[in-house]
T-cell receptor, first 112, second 113 residues
Framework: KAGVTQTPRYLIKTRGQQVTLSCSPI?????VSWYQQTPGQGLQFLFE???????NKGNFPGRFSGRQFSNSRSEMNVSTLELGDSALYLC???????????FGPGTRLTVL | QKEVEQDPGPLSVPEGAIVSLNCTYSNSAFQYFMWYRQYSRKGPELLMYTYSSGNKEDGRFTAQVDKSSKYISLFIRDSQPSDSATYLCAMGIGSGGYQKVTFGIGTKLQVIP
């Protein structure tokens, strides 16, 4: 079974730009969660999607948004990038039968 | 106070040592507990999952949960240099479709040959 995939793996953007990251969950998994990981804060929860609906949201500004498609693939978007948005963005998928979350390799975003 | 507290280390041990990694938590609503291993510049890899107090063993890894003390541990026996990584504890509420998982900051482990 293929694991969680994320694209792109690396991104370099400048302040004020916007970015879209993509996540394909494990086949059969309908829940996708997004996290931001930084050295100082660790893994911070952004939001969770299930069946194309956002079910849960963390404490991030409205510049961070996401969506999920009917095939469970998910995208997250960050608008008006700030230097502090530089981080590893991880997505994780889980099935309705289990609470275990399986992570992708992440997208490393650098904002200059 | 953070919901989940974990010592970031770093923790250095000689090869073959028993490693003990720990987390404490304050939210008694947490229902299940996980340990992840994360190598540099990689995504976290699920090592252990448990939802009850007590011990769970998988090879050289043992996860221990004490809900009364709000304390979880991961033990690694016969540690190897390949175990050098950051270990994240995670605790969750709910299930796929509506779940909230909170992570510790991670403990960086180095196993010295």
């Amino acid at each position: 079974k293929a694991g969680v995939t994320q694209t792109p793996r690396y991104l370099i953007k400048t302040r004020g730009q916007q970015v879209t990251l993509s996540c394909s969950p494990i086949s059969g998994h309908r829940s996708v969660s997004w996290y931001q990981q930084t050295p100082g804060q660790g893994l911070q929860f952004l939001f969770e999607y299930f069946s194309e609906t956002q079910r849960n949201k963390g404490n991030f500004p409205g510049r961070f948004s996401g969506r999920q498609f009917s095939n469970s693939r998910s995208e997250m978007n960050v608008s008006t990038l700030e230097l502090g948005d530089s981080a590893l963005y991880l997505c994780a998928s889980s099935s309705v039968r289990s609470n275990e979350q399986f992570f992708g390799p992440g997208t490393r975003l650098t904002v200059l | 106070q953070k919901e989940v507290e974990q010592d970031p280390g770093p923790l250095s041990v000689p090869e073959g040592a028993i490693v003990s990694l720990n987390c404490t938590y304050s939210n008694s609503a947490f229902q299940y507990f996980m340990w992840y291993r994360q190598y540099s510049r990689k995504g976290p890899e699920l090592l252990m999952y448990t939802y009850s107090s007590g011990n769970k063993e998988d090879g050289r890894f043992t996860a221990q949960v004490d809900k009364s003390s709000k304390y979880i541990s991961l033990f690694i026996r016969d540690s190897q240099p390949s175990d050098s990584a950051t270990y994240l504890c995670a605790m969750g509420i709910g299930s796929g479709g509506y779940q909230k998982v909170t992570f510790g900051i991670g403990t960086k482990l180095q196993v010295i040959p």
